[in-house]
């Protein structure tokens, strides 16, 4: 600044070489036709008093007020002149840049800045998978992206989720609704099955790592066949050789005393009035399922009879077996209390015989209506089926609802847990 602006104003007033008496201010005795030469530094200095000096004095005052050497005028011109040009080919140097060079779109990947979508500094965050794409496992704890403002609810009611070999049996049954979220709560009594059932919903939700399966997950003597061949028990007495195979496996499997509790059990029946922030919520309930709160005892249990599910003895005597009680809920007050109409409700019911008090008590209180598809495995020893069969037919024709039973079409698995694809340690190779 100094260099190019102050220094030449400078300059040229110390060019300007005729200044009036008037300006001075002072009485000066030169000649009156001859002119009077002052420089800037007369001006500027109120403490300079000598006037009519010499023209070597007033540029020698005019280079000591400048910091340097006068410079010819034409030698300055020249500079500045060289100075513009470099300027002015430089800013179209730098013009010519933004416009070749500028990017049409910020790539998703590019870290950074003000991001106008999200409103918000920081890095952009990655593409989001598709709901349902390939790019996301249709079987693990993916698709937990945000649930969308104005869905509708959609609620799969696993009663009697066993080894959570049916958690994902929404996909299977209702495939036009894959992409809406769910809401999963999964009802099991086993006090030996609970503890994995309770650490794969957590997994699920996004929580924690996958439980370790050390036995078969089957629900049935036909289910465990499936698996049967797998570890070379065949036969007649495939149940057997399968209970010898996996002995020890079945003898580390434990009730958790944590989740036998009242508190804890109001809390997870208590997620139904709450709607879910993500896409999908898996609730796990550690109760038995009933028409009326209570304590359901089933009497001796052992870790053998977790070879296929449930909580009745296949073994010589049951001897060894530990009286055991768990709690029992009324679902279906709580259904009525926390379901509407309007939901998507999908009920998939394999009580041990519960299901007769279930499904007579939703038809005695006008509220079957609150079902959209029932899956249904009717137990024999418990009532009489052809007469639920028959009630459950009319109340379809009046509702709509859609009325299924376990077949080779629904054989008490979903997709996501065959025998192919949910398999235990091999006790005697340690592999899966």
Aim: hydrophobic share 35%; aromatic share 8%.
């Amino acid at each position: 600044l100094k260099r190019f602006w102050l220094e030449p104003f400078i300059n040229t007033r110390c060019m300007s070489r005729r200044i009036s008496e008037s300006d001075l201010g002072v009485m000066v005795e030169n000649d009156p036709e001859e002119d009077v030469d002052e420089t800037t530094e007369d001006l500027m200095n109120p403490a300079a008093t000598t006037i009519g000096r010499t023209e070597d004095e007033h540029n020698e005052a005019c280079e000591r007020r400048a910091g340097r050497s006068a410079r010819p005028q034409k030698e300055q011109l020249r500079s500045y002149r060289s100075h513009i040009v470099l300027a002015f080919a430089l800013g179209i140097a730098v013009g010519f840049s933004m416009i070749i060079f500028k990017p049409t779109s910020r790539p998703s990947s590019m870290p950074g800045f003000l991001d106008a979508d999200r409103g918000g500094l920081g890095p952009a965050a990655p593409p989001e998978p598709a709901r349902g794409s390939a790019a996301t496992d249709p079987c693990g704890p993916g698709e937990q992206g945000p649930r969308p403002a104005d869905a509708r609810r959609h609620i799969f009611l696993d009663m009697g989720a066993n080894w959570a070999n049916t958690l994902r049996l929404w996909r299977d049954v209702v495939k036009d609704r894959r992409d809406q979220p769910w809401e999963v709560y999964a009802f099991e009594a086993s006090p030996l099955i609970q503890p994995y059932l309770d650490q794969f919903v957590a997994w699920l939700n996004g929580v924690g790592s996958r439980p370790p399966l050390v036995v078969p997950p089957s629900g049935s003597s036909g289910h465990l066949q499936k698996y049967a061949s797998k570890y070379g028990c065949v036969g007649a007495l495939f149940r057997e050789c399968m209970w010898k195979t996996f002995g020890k496996a079945l003898a580390t499997l434990k009730p958790d005393p944590a989740l036998n509790n009242t508190a804890l059990v109001r809390s997870r029946l208590a997620e139904a009035g709450r709607l879910p922030l993500q896409m999908h919520r898996y609730t796990s309930v550690p109760v038995a399922v009933a028409a009326s709160d209570g304590m359901l005892s089933l009497g001796l249990v052992e870790p053998s009879q977790m070879i296929r599910g449930g909580a009745i003895s296949h073994g010589s005597s049951g001897s060894g077996g530990v009286n055991t009680s768990v709690p029992m809920v009324d679902v279906v007050t709580w259904m009525i209390q926390n379901f509407r109409e309007e939901d998507f409700v999908f009920l998939k019911l394999d009580a041990e015989g519960a299901e007769f008090e279930i499904l007579y008590g939703l038809i005695t209180r006008g509220k079957f209506n609150l079902i959209d598809i029932l899956l249904l495995e009717c137990h024999h020893n418990a009532g009489s089926c052809p007469s639920l069969m028959q009630s459950l037919r009319a109340e379809v024709a009046k509702t709509g609802a859609q009325l299924l039973s376990e077949s080779d079409q629904y054989p008490g698995y979903d997709s996501c847990s065959s025998p192919d694809r949910l398999i235990p340690v091999d006790p005697r190779l340690g592999q899966r």
